[in-house]
């Protein structure tokens, strides 16, 4: 849990960062700027998240289909549709997966797989997920051996939407080892609530542990004082946002990226005994002309023309 609080921190530290640098798109062309009397007029897509040293996402398109994400280290996101409806999703880069603030430097590759129910929801997400590392060097040489697979792990997520509202209820996964020779078993567990306020999401509580064996983790978050402006990330597929959120188990304190709104306050809690006290974060927000958020928690949210 410090881990996951060195994380919060690091990004509270971040909230007084701003970015002035003139933005262009992958074709040369002017995008959105930070002066507050500008904007866009008529359709947009979300481009860029920024600080004034890293560029943290970059999105690109075919149409108005996302296509692809790039993001820390050179990790590449690949998205595949059938019709207008996420199919797979391929990753293959680096992740926080020890939640110490720091990119791990060994890599990551996962593919998902979409299936919808008969109304179109998203109800499945199947994911095979290869993990590699860099083995140490053999002396006198002082360089790593290449990146080669150590393990495997294959996981389904079910999701659940509420009879009553059609939102999304809860995410159950399921994981196993992915052993050649070994009949594969799924072993873990977790379980993810979402609570809202009006449409955004208000609560989320993730829980952890192996099949069988009750919780041995549990996180819960709070989402508050939402504005009424428009969240960039409403301009992101719900598909994509969801494997955004599952890709390590610290990503839930992102799930406000679900809402319409954006929230200006964020609590952080182990809900494990004994519970401590929870971690807040605060921002302010600014918007453009046309009320989409533009800087939010040290970050700040480039557009593009559709």
């Known amino acids: 849990m410090k881990q996951l609080f060195y994380f919060i921190l690091l990004i509270a530290g971040l909230s007084s960062i701003h970015s002035c640098k003139e933005m262009l798109d992958e074709d040369g062309n002017s995008l959105i700027d930070l002066n507050p009397d500008t904007g866009l007029t008529g359709p947009r897509a979300l481009f860029r998240e920024i600080t004034d040293s890293d560029t943290l996402a970059e999105y690109h398109y075919n149409g108005l289909l996302l296509t692809k994400v ?4 050179g990790s590449v996101t690949n998205i595949a549709y059938s019709g207008d409806k996420i199919s797979k999703i391929d990753f ?30 998203l109800i499945t997400i199947s994911e095979n997920r290869s993990f590699f590392k860099r083995p140490d060097p053999v002396p006198p040489s002082t360089t790593p051996g290449p990146q080669t697979i150590y393990k495997k792990t294959k996981t389904v997520y079910d999701l659940k939407y509420s009879a009553s509202t059609a939102k999304l209820d809860s995410i159950i996964m399921k994981n196993g080892p992915d052993a ?17 306020q009006g449409d955004n999401v208000s609560k ?4 952890y542990g192996p099949i069988g064996g009750g919780d041995t983790t549990k996180y819960g978050y709070e989402f508050l004082s939402y504005d009424t402006q428009i969240s960039p990330f409403t301009l992101l597929p719900f598909g994509y946002k969801v494997s955004r959120l599952l890709n390590t188990e610290i990503n839930d304190s992102e799930s406000f990226i679900l809402s319409p709104n954006s929230p200006k306050r964020i609590s952080v809690t182990d809900l494990m005994l004994p519970i401590p006290s929870p971690v807040f974060l605060t921002t302010d927000y600014i918007y453009d002309a046309q009320t989409y958020m533009r800087v939010g928690f040290g ?8």
């Open 70 to 73: 790039l993001t820390d280290s």
């Open 92 to 121: 293959m880069g680096f992740l926080d997966l020890d939640n110490d603030g720091n990119l791990d430097k060994d890599s990551i590759y996962y593919s998902q797989l979409f299936t919808y129910g008969p109304t179109g929801k």
């Open 180 to 196: 050649s020779g070994t009949p594969f078993v799924f072993t873990d567990y977790s379980k993810t609530k979402y609570e809202y």
């Open 204 to 207: 989320v509580t993730r829980a």
């Open 299 to 306: 970050i700040n949210y480039i557009y593009k023309p559709l």
